[in-house]
């Protein structure tokens, strides 16, 4: 079973960066997508951004697109997540996720099998 653990998160100023990591057990790393949700106190989780196996498909929910990235780092059993002009309204819990390489990227948490605990990201105005 693949077991993920998130970390970068932080308190950060409106306007700032962060970068998330989320490092996966085993050899098969390269074989898995990679998601990125994020959820909020009483707000449901929500999706933000996806990486196929290779890194040559990306996906991103329209609130992040042009100040998130994803990559991801096969070698070293890493994804990232680089968070740029942080606003308040991303103030959330992250969480990674991943899923055995499909056809198309997922948006639908209900497609992951395995899930990090984790990691709080604030931004302060």
């Known amino acids: 079973q693949v077991q993920l653990v998130e970390s970068g998160g932080g308190l950060v100023q409106a306007g700032g960066s962060l970068r998330l990591s989320c490092v996966a057990s085993g050899r098969t790393f390269s074989s898995y997508d990679i998601g990125w949700f994020r959820q909020a106190p009483g707000k449901e989780r929500e999706f933000v951004a996806a990486?196929?196996?290779?890194?040559?498909?990306?996906d991103y929910t329209d609130p992040v697109k042009g100040r998130f990235t994803v990559s991801r780092d096969n070698a070293k059993n890493t994804g990232y997540l680089q968070m740029n002009s942080l606003q308040p309204e991303d103030t959330a819990r992250y969480y990674c996720?991943?899923?055995?390489?499909?056809?198309?990227?997922?948006?639908?948490?209900?497609?992951?099998?395995?899930w990090g605990q984790g990691t709080q990201v604030t931004v302060s105005s």
């Open positions: 990486i196929s196996r290779t890194g040559l498909y990306t």
């Open positions: 996720a991943a899923v055995w390489s499909t056809r198309t990227l997922r948006r639908n948490s209900a497609d992951y099998d395995y």
